[in-house]
C-alpha cells in the first residue's frame, strides 16, 4: 500500500521520511518515551535512521505497519503513531507524543483520525490498545480517544526483554458510528 496523509483542522498525519529523522531522534531523547515505549535505550542516530529509512516505508510497503508522524501546520512533529494489523482484522495502536506537546490532545484527535481511516479504508473490525500497567498518560489518551479498557493482561509486553503486564482497551467502528465489515455478535451476560 502506498502511504497515506491524513488531516484535521489542527494536524496533519503522514508517512515519516529520512528528512523527519533529526526530528524523530530529538524527540525519541525523551525519558519517558524510552521507558513506555519499545524502542531501543539508548535511541542512537542509527535507531532514528532505520526507522525513517526502513522500518516505515517497508511496513507501508507490506501492509503490515501504518507509521503515521503528527505534525502541527508549522511542520513541527508533535508525535507519532502507528497502527500494526495483528490479524486478519484487527490491528493494535501505538503512539508517543514529543515532550513539548503533551496535553494539548494531538494524540487523541490523531487516534482517531487514524482509526477512522483503518476501519473504512482497511477493511479493520478492532483496533486495540496496549500499554505497560502504570502508564496512565497513555491509558488517558486511549480512554479519551473512545477504547474500551477491557483489563489486563499477565507477562503481555515485552520491554527490552523484561516481560510485564499491561492493560487492553479496544475500539470498533461502531464505537464511532461507522459500519464493520463483518458482522458482530457481543455475548449476553
Not at 484535521?8 to 524510552?34: H, K, M, N, S, W
Not at 519499545?38 to 501492509?63: C, K, M, N, R
Not at 498518560?137 to 515485552?158: D, P
Amino acid at each position: 500500500m502506498e502511504p497515506v496523509t491524513l488531516t484535521t483542522d489542527r494536524l496533519l498525519l503522514r508517512a515519516v521520511g529520512p528528512a523527519d529523522t533529526d526530528a524523530v531522534y530529538e524527540a525519541a531523547q525523551d525519558p519517558d518515551i524510552q521507558r513506555w515505549t519499545v524502542i531501543p535505550s539508548p535511541y542512537l542516530p542509527e535507531h532514528a535512521i532505520g526507522f525513517t529509512e526502513q522500518a516505515v516505508p517497508d511496513g507501508w510497503a507490506q501492509g503490515s505497519m501504518f507509521t503515521f508522524g503528527v505534525f502541527l501546520a508549522g511542520g513541527e512533529l508533535a508525535a507519532m503513531l502507528a497502527l500494526t494489523m495483528r490479524s486478519p482484522g484487527t490491528a493494535e495502536v501505538g503512539f508517543w507524543a514529543a515532550k513539548e506537546h503533551r496535553g494539548n490532545g494531538y494524540v487523541v484527535e490523531a487516534a482517531l483520525t487514524a482509526c477512522r481511516w483503518v476501519f473504512t479504508e482497511v477493511g479493520v473490525d478492532r483496533v486495540e490498545w496496549r500499554a505497560e500497567v502504570g502508564n496512565h498518560a497513555s491509558r488517558a489518551v486511549a480512554e479519551r480517544a473512545g477504547f474500551t479498557i477491557e483489563g489486563t493482561l499477565r507477562s503481555a509486553l515485552n520491554n527490552k526483554g523484561v516481560r510485564r503486564d499491561c492493560w487492553v482497551g479496544s475500539l470498533l467502528p461502531s464505537d464511532l458510528g461507522l459500519p464493520s465489515t463483518a458482522p458482530y455478535l457481543p455475548a449476553r451476560s
